[in-house]
């Protein structure tokens, strides 16, 4: 295990609710990053947290927002649910730069009705 | 543009058999390449990195990869598959010219069917 926690493991919301998805980082690790993984496809970069600001996001829209704790839990927020944001969530942590690997949690499964 | 490509969306092989699974990337800058694999409903595990130096890495669980800066290739490779080793395969590479940013760019994945 990864000691990389994420809550819930499986979440079913309705078409333009909200959702907030929590992460629990690995000890040591000042970083955080979120990914979603849909249905047969590679992990989608969405935004990085590093010292509780966002330095890095990815082609998502604004309604995908988070958040990063002092003690480097985190958290991501999605507002006006889509069915397309139905996927899996995937959190990561790792000490800042380039050549330091990601540690990922087991995902939180998010389907939207 | 950065990517990264897997070729195969499935490779079988037969239990102690040697396993490659394809990855080839483009990016701006010097590549971090590395290798995760997912097990049925869990996250991703990392199994190896390359960073610098030598072309031949060494992973978990007795993986291995080839770096290839030409070819702009890193492929995963095992001398001997076990039927444990059937899951599914991400390559990931990390732009160096992007800055600080932790952005991992995946693959497609390959889905390794090891029989017995």
């Known amino acids: 295990e990864t000691g990389v926690t994420q809550s819930p493991t499986h979440l079913i919301k309705t078409r333009g609710q909200q959702v907030t998805l929590r992460c629990s980082s690995q000890s040591g690790h000042n970083t955080v990053s979120w990914y979603q993984q849909a249905l047969g496809q590679g992990p989608q970069f969405i935004f990085q947290y590093y010292r509780e600001e966002e330095n890095g996001r990815g082609n998502f829209p604004p309604r995908f927002s988070g958040l990063q704790f002092p003690n480097y839990s985190s958290e991501l927020n999605v507002n006006a649910l889509e069915l397309d944001d139905s996927a899996l969530y995937l959190c990561?942590?790792?000490?800042?730069?380039?050549?330091?690997?990601?540690?990922f949690g087991q995902g939180t499964r998010l389907t939207v009705v | 543009a950065q990517s990264v490509a897997q070729p195969e969306d499935q490779v079988n092989v037969a239990e102690g058999n040697p396993l490659t699974v394809k990855c080839t990337y483009s990016v701006s800058g010097n590549p971090y390449l590395f290798w995760y694999v997912q097990y049925p409903n869990r996250g991703l595990q990392f199994l190896l990195k390359?960073?610098?130096?030598?072309?031949l890495v060494k992973g978990s669980y007795g993986f291995e990869a080839e770096f290839n800066k030409s070819q702009t290739s890193f492929h995963l490779k095992k001398p001997s598959a076990l039927v444990s080793d059937s899951a599914l395969y991400f390559c990931a590479v990390r732009d160096g010219s992007s800055g600080n940013t932790g952005k991992l760019i995946f693959g497609q994945g390959t889905t390794l069917q090891v029989k017995p």
């Open positions: 990561a942590s790792s000490l800042v730069g380039l050549g330091t690997e990601a540690f």
């Open positions: 390359y960073i610098t130096g030598d072309n």
